[in-house]
Nanobody, 125 residues
Framework: QVHLEESGGGSVQTGGSLTLSCTAS???????MGWFRQSPGMARTRVAILDIGGGRIYTADSVRGRFTASRDNAKNTLYLQMNNLKPEDSAEYYC???????????????????WGPGSQVTVSS
């Protein structure tokens, strides 16, 4: 079992940047890791998924070219660099972990076992 905690959210204007971090209570080296987001009244959606080596399994079309997910297994930390933010990026952002799939990561929220409490990102126009 691993406990996750996001940090780095906040409020920015359109075009601004933020970097989210997700720190785990233990080693994440065997976990698929993902970023997801959820707006009020909407379903939770996938943003980016990384395999255990940091390979980018999935990046949402809506953020491709603006967001970059990465991981540092030595620091038990997952990152999401978000550039050129838009109002439609406003949401609660969650990191999640799924154990046991190694390089064959799944990408849907229901596939993930462990979740952080979330970090709010608000982008104003």
């Amino acid at each position: 079992q691993v406990h996750l905690e996001e940090s780095g959210g906040g409020s920015v204007q359109t075009g601004g940047s933020l970097t989210l971090s997700c720190t785990a209570s233990g080693s994440i080296s065997s976990y698929c890791m993902g970023w997801f987001r959820q707006s009020p009244g909407m379903a939770r959606t996938r943003v980016a998924i990384l395999d255990i080596g940091g390979g980018r399994i999935y990046t949402a079309d809506s953020v491709r070219g603006r967001f970059t997910a990465s991981r540092d297994n030595a620091k038990n930390t997952l990152y999401l660099q978000m550039n050129n933010l838009k109002p439609e990026d406003s949401a609660e952002y969650y990191c999640a972990a799924d154990n046991g799939r190694a390089w064959n990561c799944k990408t849907m929220p229901g596939d993930y076992d462990y979740w952080g409490p979330g970090s709010q990102v608000t982008v104003s126009s």
